[in-house]
């Protein structure tokens, strides 16, 4: 009876367990030999933020690059992305990734970028997030073919301010410093990005990849999400941006 109900019990708690999810593709650290037809690839260039405390000595000029896109797949029908929320009744085939997380292995470095080339499933895809900031509230969503590579350009992340706030100067820092305990906490605030076209200056296409099969990106504006990341929420172009553009145009 015992080991009847063990039985059951471990029965139980394995079909709790939630299932892992198929392991994320690592970037790749070289250029392949030849494009896998089966499979889509990613260019994009990320141009590192400067250092607001690049005044102290010793300090370098830009930020290390400690977070980066985050992308999904994407349901652009349902809304959503595929096999969560709206999109439930689309799930992905076994063995899919359902996001490729950010993994700081580029493929390239400039004085100021890092240039990533990623190896993905093709469909239809959303840039999710960056770092601690999800663009559920309207992002760029894409569509990859196989055995092609995407360029989606040169990508810049920056802070979505409210009109009363900033980011942290040294100065703050050495009053924080001084005034101790009682010191006033940081303001917070989500990341807005923006894409741009390469160009004359930026990293090259690697010489390995085949010229006929880069193409750049078209991006699909406007594409929502649920919000399965945590963190903050924000709209890609930043919602502060908008609003601030917006009171610019007013009369």
């Known amino acids: 009876m015992r080991k009847t109900t063990l039985a059951f019990a471990c029965a139980a708690l394995c079909a709790a367990l939630p299932v892992a999810p198929p392991a994320a593709a690592a970037p790749l ?14 260019l994009v260039e990320y141009r590192l933020q400067a ?7 010793g300090s370098r000029k830009t930020m290390p690059l400690q977070g980066g896109l985050t992308f999904a797949r994407y349901d652009a029908a349902a809304g959503d992305v595929r096999g969560l929320g709206r999109a439930s009744a689309n799930p992905l085939a076994a063995g899919q990734a359902q996001r490729e997380l950010f993994s700081n292995k580029p493929l390239a470095k400039g004085d100021t970028t890092r240039l990533f080339l990623l ?45 009363e706030q900033r980011r942290m100067t040294s100065g703050d820092v050495l009053l924080s410093a001084m005034a101790g305990p009682f010191a006033g906490h940081a303001d ?44 903050l929420v924000n709209r890609i172009e930043g919602v502060n941006a908008r609003l601030r553009a917006e009171a610019a145009k007013a009369p």
């Open 29 to 42: 650290k070289k250029v392949p030999a030849a494009l896998n037809p089966a499979k889509a690839y990613l």
């Open 188 to 231: 917070m605030a989500p990341l807005r990005l923006t894409f741009r076209p390469r160009a004359a200056g930026d990293l090259p296409v690697p010489a390995g990849l085949p010229a006929d099969r880069v193409r750049p990106v078209a991006f699909t504006p406007d594409s929502k999400f649920g919000d399965y990341l945590g963190g």
């Open 119 to 163: 190896e993905v499933d093709p469909g239809t895809w959303v840039v999710e997030g960056y770092a601690n900031t999800a663009f559920s509230l309207g992002s760029y969503s894409f569509d990859l073919a196989p055995g092609t590579v995407t360029d989606l350009g040169v990508v810049e992340a920056e802070r979505d301010w409210a009109e």
């Open 51 to 57: 250092n607001p405390f690049a005044g102290f000595p």
